[in-house]
């Protein structure tokens, strides 16, 4: 399948990336009611596929019933599909490009991208992240404090896996594999970095300035 994605000012496409937990899944949000973004997710975009009556989603739903890993060409072939289904020309892709046969891939589909670049320190990220709370019913989390989940009334709870030693292993594992492609892309000119260590209202303009109101999107 050809795919040829428009010119950056035309289609926005933003690559969100960094460690859990910076703020991604929150602005994500505000773009696509503010400003009429698509959010795509790759965890959820593999659901999506696997349900499909199709060669690709019979193929992804074999490898989720095996609790295998999504081989490179497979990923690739999930990033070609996903983006050319689009018809809006404002996407976010979240967790799609982490490492360096991800960017390979991407870059094969579009070098027409932007990624956005969430600077968080390992160490906040670890706060953050073991006194978040999680909706069980929904799989929804919430920050530190947070006791009832507030579109639901439901009672949040720990996820099992937010102890120190499984966020240290998903943090580092980040910061090995993620934190050199932002490094090399950086260098292509490629990275918006935005302050993720302010409040939520303070990260959400200085995305505005950096992608909305720079590129009249």
Same mark, same amino acid.
Request: proline share 3%; glycine share 4%.
């Given at each position: 399948?050809?795919?040829?994605?428009?010119?950056?000012?035309?289609?926005?496409?933003?690559?969100?990336?960094?460690?859990?937990?910076?703020?991604?899944?929150?602005?994500?949000?505000?773009?696509?009611?503010?400003?009429?973004?698509?959010?795509?997710?790759?965890?959820?975009?593999?659901?999506?596929?696997?349900?499909?009556?199709?060669?690709?989603? #019979?193929?992804?739903?074999?490898? %989720?019933?095996?609790?295998?890993?999504? *081989?490179?060409? +497979? @990923? $690739?072939?999930?990033? =070609? &599909?996903?983006?050319?289904?689009?018809?809006?020309?404002?996407?976010?892709?979240?967790?799609?490009?982490?490492?360096?046969?991800?960017?390979?891939?991407?870059?094969?589909?579009?070098?027409?991208?932007?990624?956005?670049?969430?600077?968080?320190?390992?160490?906040?990220?670890?706060?953050?992240?073991?006194?978040?709370?999680?909706?069980?019913?929904?799989?929804?989390?919430?920050?530190?404090?947070?006791?009832?989940?507030?579109?639901?009334?439901?009672?949040?709870?720990?996820?099992?896996?937010?102890?120190? #030693?499984?966020?240290?292993?998903? %943090?580092?594992?980040?910061?090995?594999? *993620?934190?050199? +492609? @932002? $490094?090399?892309?950086? =260098? &292509?000119?490629?990275?918006?970095?935005?302050?993720?260590?302010?409040?939520?209202?303070?990260?959400?303009?200085?995305?505005?300035?950096?992608?909305?109101?720079?590129?009249?999107?």
């Amino acid at each position: 399948m050809d795919f040829l994605v428009n010119n950056y000012f035309k289609r926005m496409i933003l690559v969100f990336t960094w460690i859990q937990w910076c703020g991604k899944w929150t602005q994500a949000r505000f773009l696509v009611e503010q400003h009429g973004f698509t959010l795509l997710e790759m965890g959820q975009e593999l659901r999506n596929i696997s349900m499909e009556d199709t060669p690709l989603g #019979k193929k992804v739903k074999e490898i %989720i019933d095996a609790w295998n890993l999504v *081989t490179p060409d +497979i @990923v $690739e072939e999930i990033m =070609k &599909e996903v983006i050319w289904r689009q018809t809006n020309d404002n996407l976010i892709l979240d967790g799609f490009v982490r490492n360096q046969g991800n960017k390979d891939s991407i870059e094969r589909i579009t070098t027409d991208y932007k990624v956005l670049f969430f600077n968080l320190s390992k160490e906040k990220a670890i706060e953050r992240l073991l006194g978040r709370m999680y909706n069980p019913n929904t799989g929804e989390t919430f920050p530190s404090g947070t006791k009832i989940d507030p579109k639901t009334w439901d009672k949040l709870i720990k996820r099992k896996d937010d102890n120190e #030693k499984s966020i240290l292993t998903r %943090i580092n594992n980040f910061v090995k594999t *993620t934190l050199p +492609i @932002v $490094e090399i892309q950086k =260098k &292509e000119w490629k990275v918006l970095e935005v302050n993720a260590n302010q409040s939520i209202e303070a990260v959400f303009q200085d995305i505005e300035k950096l992608v909305i109101k720079k590129n009249n999107c």
